[in-house]
């Protein structure tokens, strides 16, 4: 049809020139040969004007949505003077979608490496907060341990010391306990000659008692002599007197015999007086022997103790004997003992001095390690900060290569899908057909309400768009005419997409599209 309007525009132009050739013979007048040049001219002037206000129209259109952003546009086959302009149009259009897709697969790889790096670099941050922690946290334990080793270097030191001194001590003890039981057993020696004494003062005692017995038995006879001494006085005091008696009655002759008859009376009266008090000594001795003897008994009997508890004293010396024999053996073991554990802590010491030193020297590593531990996290933090920003400046470089192609794309795919099914009824037939017709991935299509009424991810089907994110307020509230999210990457399929929705009558329509459907238009 453009072709033939410009054959006919052609044709009217050579029929013009040649009719004003033609009248411009004929007319010999010159003021009408000059009105005629104008008429033709302005004619001709309209009639270009017209076929260039057209092709103009028609760069322009394709001029404006490039200008937009709008990539999608395909030129028509066109004859005569626009074809070569258009031609380059074409040319200039698809090398602007072969310069886009390069700019958005080199952003989308940026982006990519970019979020690989930043998560490298916060790994190898974390990695270094926690190496830099360790080795904080070993270098101070570096310092305590060698600061603990230090106190157990005095503390055995000191132990070291108490070990000589009480080494010491035990050799003093040892010999103070030989001379002790050296002396021990020189008493339970002499504990012998005690029990051989015992036994003297046992015989002896029991030889006194027997002889105190005798005793008490020759003191009784004495009392029977005393009594059969008591009974001739009697009988001699009874002759003297008869005696007397029959001298009185002699008269004369019997003087001498009274003389001799009282003689014997007063021996008779003597021995009787001296009888008695023999009888009374003897029997203050009866009774003082008796006290001996009882006395003899008790004494008999405690000796008897006596003798019982030195030969039990014996026995426990002699086991006392044997557990100090056991005991100064005992003491010379723990004296070889404690002079071994003394060589032995010398030892360890030794030991432990050079551990500190060893100790001393790892500490000293360690604060160089932490100083440049601290120094590698203070690069791994900038690092971090400079993949952080390399991200964020990537991300922006991603939205502002494709959000422009892709908002104008969308909001023209919405805008159709929006005018489609107005006043009809959808179904998945429908649905699918609008995915085809606009390449977009995902189609939301809500109630008044917000809510998803029909989409081709049925999961969605029942979500609050409203509920989900707060920018659709803008739309109900009518501050803006569209909202769009900004590329990004769906936590469910890692897909990088970006939404656009619009509001017909209280219901919102939106379209997702992802950066690999994107390439493909």
Do not use: W
Not at 142 to 150: D, H, T
Not at 344 to 362: L, N, R, V, Y
Request: glycine share 4%.
């Amino acid at each position: 049809m453009k072709n033939k309007k410009e054959v006919f525009i052609f044709i009217i132009l050579l029929v013009s020139f040649l009719v004003a050739v033609f009248v411009s013979k004929l007319i010999d007048n010159l003021l009408l040969v000059g009105l005629f040049i104008v008429l033709y001219t302005f004619l001709i002037n309209f009639i270009l004007k017209g076929m260039f206000k057209y092709f103009l129209r028609n760069i322009t259109n394709y001029i404006k949505k490039i200008n937009k952003n709008d990539l999608t546009s395909n030129i028509e086959n066109e004859s005569g003077m626009a074809k070569e302009i258009l031609s380059e149009i074409g040319k200039v259009i698809k090398g602007l979608k072969n310069n886009f897709r390069q700019q958005v697969n080199i952003s989308t790889e940026i982006t990519k490496l970019s979020n690989e790096l930043q998560t490298i670099a916060e790994e190898s941050k974390a990695s270094m907060d926690k190496i830099t922690s360790s080795t904080e946290t070993t270098s101070n334990n570096s310092e305590q341990q060698s600061q603990m080793l230090q106190n157990i270097t005095d503390n055995v030191e000191d132990i070291v010391k108490t070990l000589e001194t009480t080494n010491e001590e035990m050799n003093e003890t040892v010999n103070f306990t030989e001379t002790s039981i050296k002396s021990a057993q020189q008493g339970i020696r002499d504990t012998d000659q005690i029990k051989l004494k015992m036994e003297e003062i046992k015989n002896i005692v029991n030889n006194t008692e027997e002889k105190v017995k005798a005793l008490n038995d020759y003191s009784k006879e004495v009392s029977k002599f005393i009594d059969l001494i008591n009974q001739i006085a009697e009988q001699t005091n009874m002759l003297a007197l008869n005696a007397s008696i029959e001298a009185s009655r002699a008269g004369e002759y019997g003087k001498g015999f009274a003389v001799v008859a009282n003689e014997v009376g007063t021996l008779s009266k003597e021995t009787t007086e001296v009888s008695n008090k023999i009888g009374e000594v003897i029997k203050t001795l009866q009774n003082e022997i008796v006290n001996i003897t009882e006395s003899m008994e008790k004494e008999s009997i405690y000796v008897d103790e006596g003798y019982t508890i030195v030969n039990e004293t014996i026995s426990k010396f002699n086991s006392i004997d044997d557990s100090l024999k056991a005991c100064v053996d005992k003491v010379k073991s723990v004296d070889k003992d404690l002079e071994d554990v003394n060589y032995k802590g010398q030892d360890i010491m030794s030991g432990i001095e050079e551990i500190t030193a060893f100790s001393e020297e790892i500490a000293s590593e360690m604060q160089e390690m932490e100083a440049e531990s601290n120094l590698q996290d203070e690069k791994a933090s900038k690092i971090k900060e400079i993949t952080e920003n390399l991200n964020i400046h990537a991300d922006k470089m991603q939205q502002y290569v494709t959000s422009k192609v892709m908002e104008g794309k969308m909001l023209k795919d919405v805008y159709y899908i929006k005018d489609e099914l107005k006043n009809k009824n959808l179904d998945n037939n429908t649905l699918n057909k609008l995915l085809e017709e606009t390449g977009v991935d995902l189609i939301y299509v809500t109630d008044d309400k917000g809510t998803v009424t029909h989409c081709n991810e049925k999961d969605s089907i029942g979500l609050n768009l409203y509920e989900v994110d707060e920018s659709f307020e803008d739309l109900r509230n009518g501050n803006k005419k569209y909202v769009a999210t900004p590329v990004k990457k769906r936590a469910e399929d890692g897909k990088v997409f970006k939404f656009l929705a619009v509001i017909d009558e209280d219901k919102i329509y939106q379209v997702g599209l992802s950066i690999k459907t994107l390439l493909k238009f």
